[in-house]
């Protein structure tokens, strides 16, 4: 009995080791900051979030930095940022974010017109989100390249101050120790609820939402969800892949999952038929082989069945998209500390 117990204790160990591995060589830095001058209305209207909306008459105003200071005291309730950026080709293929620092209280975000997140709620369930930073993925599929890209960003406050607050505000992109051979981050088709007939590669899914991937779907209209949700999504390999060993890279997911490819279940993590949560689950990297035979000449079908079972849920972390088993491989060989495995487990 104490060889089973001890065993037990040994295998948990060595899972929450494994689990906690992280990029290390992930590294992060600003394409473009978005301090200072910024177009500014109070009141509410959605079509100020549309690309070709002409602010030309509207404000100026600092950000970061409450509107309060800057000729608007004592204002409670909505108001827009807009504001011009240029997107430098050289992004092509990077993971990138905007960060907005801190918000009071409630804000939507659009690039060119596209929600890319939101965090709070807005009246009439209002929730204030003031203390959480906010940071969301931009597709690039939204983007124009080597061109001018608008930001509109509504925002509620409550009481006190309002606005975008405090923070290095900017866009910034993020280098992974692996990039994907296809990649698959930006919108994705998203259904909260549950049923088998979603995995299926015909399955249609018109009707469906979008949601960013990689995002919490918190920030994207599903605050407060706990519970089952599907993400789908339309994939082709190129030809130049034919014949390789490949792998979906899925980043993390909070908390579980099963992913299947053309309607067939390539992986899981986590067992969805326990829904108990636990600390290991959404800090795991999902990478799931696919099947050479599974594999379509055109069309491809990707299904994504989650459970969120406490707090953010969803796939929230990257890279997302197919690389060769070769390339997968070699990344979890860099990951390698210099410590061995024993010397993790009983120091030294």
């Excluded at 600003?30 to 001058?37: A, E, P, T």
């Excluded at 017109?113 to 931009?138: C, D, H, N, Q, W």
């Excluded at 993590?269 to 290991?280: Q, V």
Aim: charged residues 25%.
């Amino acid at each position: 009995m104490k060889d089973k117990l001890k065993l037990f204790v040994i295998t948990a160990s060595v899972l929450m080791i494994l689990s906690q591995i992280t990029f290390s060589q992930e590294s992060e830095w600003k394409v473009l900051s978005l301090k200072g001058k910024w177009k500014f209305s109070i009141g509410d209207d959605k079509k100020w979030a549309r690309a070709d909306y002409d602010d030309r008459s509207w404000e100026i105003i600092n950000a970061p930095s409450p509107w309060e200071e800057q000729g608007f005291h004592g204002y409670d309730g909505y108001a827009w940022y807009r504001k011009h950026f240029y997107c430098p080709a050289a992004v092509k293929g990077k993971f990138l974010t905007l960060q907005l620092g801190y918000i009071d209280d409630v804000d939507e975000v659009y690039i060119n017109g596209k929600l890319i997140g939101s965090t709070g709620s807005f009246p009439p369930a209002y929730e204030t989100a003031y203390s959480a930073e906010r940071r969301y993925t931009v597709p690039e599929s939204i983007l124009k390249l080597n061109g001018y890209n608008q930001i509109a960003v509504r925002v509620y406050d409550a009481e006190l101050s309002g606005g975008i607050m405090s923070g290095d505000i900017g866009i910034f992109a993020l280098s992974y120790p692996i990039w994907p051979d296809v990649a698959l981050e930006g919108y994705w088709k998203f259904r909260t609820g549950d049923s088998p007939e979603w995995m299926r590669k015909n399955f249609n899914d018109n009707a469906w939402g979008e949601i960013v991937v990689p995002s919490f779907w918190e920030s994207q209209g599903y605050r407060n969800y706990n519970g089952y949700a599907w993400y789908r999504k339309k994939v082709v390999i190129p030809s130049w892949l034919n014949g390789k060993q490949l792998v979906l890279m899925l980043g993390r997911i909070d908390d579980k999952d099963e992913v299947y490819f053309n309607g067939k279940l390539i992986g899981c993590t986590g067992d969805l038929r326990d829904e108990s949560t636990n600390d290991r689950d959404y800090q795991m990297f999902r990478g799931y082989y696919i099947p050479k035979d599974i594999i379509s000449n055109g069309e491809n079908t990707i299904a994504v069945r989650v459970y969120d079972g406490f707090r953010d849920g969803g796939i929230y972390q990257g890279p997302i998209g197919i690389t060769t088993q070769e390339k997968y491989n070699q990344m979890w060989k860099k990951q390698r500390t210099h410590k061995s495995f024993w010397e993790l487990f009983f120091g030294g």
